[in-house]
DNA sequence: TGTGACATGTAATATGTTACATGATTGA
DNA sequence: TCAATCATGTAACATATTACATGTCACA
């Protein structure tokens, strides 16, 4: 019983994929990322492969070969030891940089806003509410489509909660700017 | 006129930094990261002095070396070409994943909720909460001491509109759970 | 019969992290 | 004078990305 060493974000959400899918293929998992609304991960198979890999080395899953006609598969199974693992990652207590302000790459550019000049500086603002907009419309339709699954649901309505508050922060920057 | 690739969102970061706070020594730069309330980059040290090499090769910024005492010490000045790549980086258009839905850790956790057992899921949602709130205090009072610096009070504002609006959600999902 | 999607993987590459090393300066 | 902090840097390491390689399958 040595390591038990954290999961990294990557890893933590291939073992909670694989225990919210059930026995699966390593591609299944790797499709959940590529469909994702939220393009972090790229869902690349030279990262998915890899950690697969690395996480079946460390006994937190098991691959069975399942071969379905001429086909090359595995089928990734979750060990108890994934399962320890998975909680390890989930649970509380959660990290600060878990709970605490989440990262954005507008709110960083925002940061830099003054080293634009001041038509150029509307002109960000413009297009940055359009497009947080469009993807604020997106997200209300995924949030539709997610309706059958429960936990996806939820995920698509945070999405769409993180994309509401920042447009409307967005706004008010534009307010401010168009005064001076 | 060749070059002219892309920056990363740290390089990005820095120039900004550089642009912002004048010429000034990699340290200062450094400070900015291991000040700041996201914690997204460690701001470490072998993240920013290669960094700053790598901009300097590529002819973004000249470092003038500038001894005060018998300690060794550089000035950073940023170049009319890292001006330019610092505004290509800073201008619209925004890829996707700039404006569209950010990364949450917390968001990413509350996708495999569903593996813990009803009892940690409430726990874990009231300690999420509680944490929330408690990120969104050092962001309100964070706000209050970027008073005099409208750019970095925006970036405060954004963060406890963030916080907010992750805490509503939070709330409303372990309201959910309750009633089960 | 061939074109594109499915599926698994590897190689080169980039970049950020921790840990370490070095020396200057400040203040108790 | 001793410790902590300032300031610059390097080395080993982990891991994600893009691009490539390979072969199967469905379908037009």
Redesign the pocket.
Known sequence: MAGARQL????GCVLGNLKVLGPC????I??EFLASTTP???????????????LERQGLLR?ESHA???????RLVLTPAGQRALLGWLRPPFPDWVVGVPPDPLRTRLRFLGALPAVEQTKFLADAERQIQFHLQAAEADCEQQRDDLYAYRMARGAVAALKARLEWVREIAGDVKQE
Request: a positive charge.
């Open positions: 990294t974000e990557l890893e293929t390593p591609y299944a790797r499709r972090y991960w790229s869902g690349s198979a030279g990262a998915i492969y890899p950690l697969v890999k690395r691959s379905t006609g001429k086909r090359r598969s595995k």
